[in-house]
C-alpha cells in the first residue's frame, strides 16, 4: 500500500470523493489528517474551478488535506485521473500529523509527528495563477464561490 495526500475533490465530501471508494479504481483506506510540512500555493483556477498546487516550495500555505493508503491499481487510477506526468506530477512530500485513524498494524502517529506521502502537484500553470488567492484548505463549496465544476458539464469546445 501506498501512502497518498489528497487536498482537493478527493476529500471528504468533495465532487470527486467518491472516485476514491470506487472498488473498480482499486483499494483505498482512509489513515488520517495532516498539512503539508512546507507551504505551497494552492489555488483555484481553470474554467473547472479546480484546486491546483503550484509546485513553489516556500509560497503559500502549509495545505490542509487528507492521507489514504491505496493499492497499486488506484494508485494508477489516481495518476490516469490527474493526468502524470503531463498535468501534475506525483512526489513525495512531508507531511505534518494532525489526526491519525487507528490502524491494523498499530502505527499511531501524534499529532504534530511528520510523515511521508505522495501528493500531486503541477508545473505546468498559467503565469497568471501565481498572483490568484492561496488557500490553506480547499472546499469546493466554500466562501470563494468557485464551485468545481464538471468536465462532463461543460461544451466540448471548452479548455
Known amino acids: 500500500m501506498t ?6 475533490t478527493l476529500k471528504k465530501g468533495q465532487p470527486n470523493y467518491c472516485r476514491m471508494f470506487d472498488r473498480s479504481n482499486g483499494r483505498t483506506q482512509f489513515v488520517g489528517t495532516a498539512k503539508t510540512a512546507e507551504k505551497f500555493p ?41 493526468g502524470v506526468p503531463a498535468h501534475y506530477q506525483r512526489t513525495a512530500t512531508k507531511l505534518e500529523v ?23 502537484t503541477t508545473k505546468t500553470y498559467r503565469p497568471e495563477w501565481t498572483t490568484l488567492p492561496t488557500h490553506e484548505s480547499y472546499d469546493s ?3 470563494h464561490g468557485l464551485k468545481a465544476v ?10
Not at 464538471?150 to 479548455?159: D, F, R
Open 3 to 8: 501512502r497518498v495526500f489528497v487536498y482537493g
Open 42 to 82: 494552492l489555488v483555484i483556477a481553470g474554467v473547472h474551478n479546480i484546486p491546483y498546487l503550484l509546485n513553489i516550495p516556500g509560497q503559500g500555505h502549509q495545505v490542509h488535506g487528507e492521507i489514504y493508503e491505496v493499492d497499486d491499481q488506484m494508485l494508477e487510477f489516481l495518476d490516469a485521473f490527474e
Open 98 to 120: 494532525k489526526e491519525w485513524a487507528a490502524q491494523e498494524d498499530g502505527e499511531t502517529p501524534a499529532p504534530g509527528s511528520v510523515t511521508e506521502a505522495f501528493l500531486y
Open 141 to 143: 463549496y466554500g466562501e
Open 150 to 159: 464538471p468536465a462532463n458539464s461543460l461544451p466540448a469546445y471548452v479548455e
